[in-house]
């Protein structure tokens, strides 16, 4: 099969890049340049959930597994937009909102929960994003969708006060991705997703360049 189309999924990681509250902000500078060294090297400061990231299970449960861990096949996929472009700030995606969907999930398949809120990334509405109900990741879960993406700042309640989703899809050592984007020029069906974290041993995430890729089928 023949690539047709990709659809770049990430964030750009610069010190302007949306952070969780009380993550390390990411600083990048030159260490050596062309005209004093004959080459180019940078320094990169950043937490391990900068960006566009994953979650390994190890950032909600002790004894969960580590980023290097996780099973590859877990970061790529074939992916199944959930459009509830329609939820406002801080509010809840239900149960109703995905019930079309839920037919239509395989296990393996990574599911992307479209909330359109990366158009707001740069902007103190970001972090009153809408987030998933246990419920949902629940219902996912036992069709055996392990792997579960959006593009927000955080799957769970934007003010912080509880992690049910984390806590949930951590305990099976599913993996979460947060600050994705470009849900919306997903314009094809079927749209196999690749997210493959840095190999950090014994980390508990790692920053991603996700993309949604589109093949011919000649």
């Known amino acids: 099969m023949n690539i047709k189309k990709i659809v770049d999924l990430s964030m750009p ?3 302007q890049t949306p952070i969780y509250p009380g993550d390390p902000k990411p600083h990048i500078t030159s260490v050596a340049t062309f005209a004093q060294n004959g080459y180019h090297v940078s320094r990169l400061v950043l937490g391990s959930h900068s960006g566009t990231h994953v979650d390994a299970p190890f950032h909600f449960r002790e004894n969960g597994l580590r980023i ?3 099973p590859l096949t877990y970061f790529l996929g074939k992916g199944i937009v959930i459009d509830v472009t329609e939820k406002n700030d801080g509010e809840a995606v239900t149960l109703d909102d995905v019930n079309a969907y839920l037919p239509r999930l395989e296990p393996g398949m990574i599911v992307l ?4 809120w990366s158009q707001y990334a ?3 509405r970001y972090f009153r994003h809408p987030y998933i109900a246990i419920d949902v990741i629940e219902a996912m879960l036992e069709r055996g969708i392990r792997t579960f993406f ?4 955080n799957i769970d309640p934007p003010d912080g006060s509880s992690f ?3 806590e949930a899809i951590t305990a099976v050592n599913g993996v979460i991705g947060e600050n994705f984007t470009n ?6 069906a079927n749209p196999y997703i690749i997210a493959l974290p840095l190999y950090l041993p014994e980390c508990d995430g790692s920053p991603v360049r996700a993309v949604a890729v589109e093949f011919d089928s000649c």
């Open 164 to 166: 049910p989703a984390h």
């Open 183 to 188: 849900f919306d020029k997903i314009d094809f």
């Open 13 to 15: 990681i610069t010190a």
């Open 122 to 124: 740069g902007t103190e």
């Open 113 to 116: 929960f479209h909330t359109g």
């Open 68 to 70: 290097d861990e996780v």
């Open 150 to 153: 959006i593009d927000a700042l």
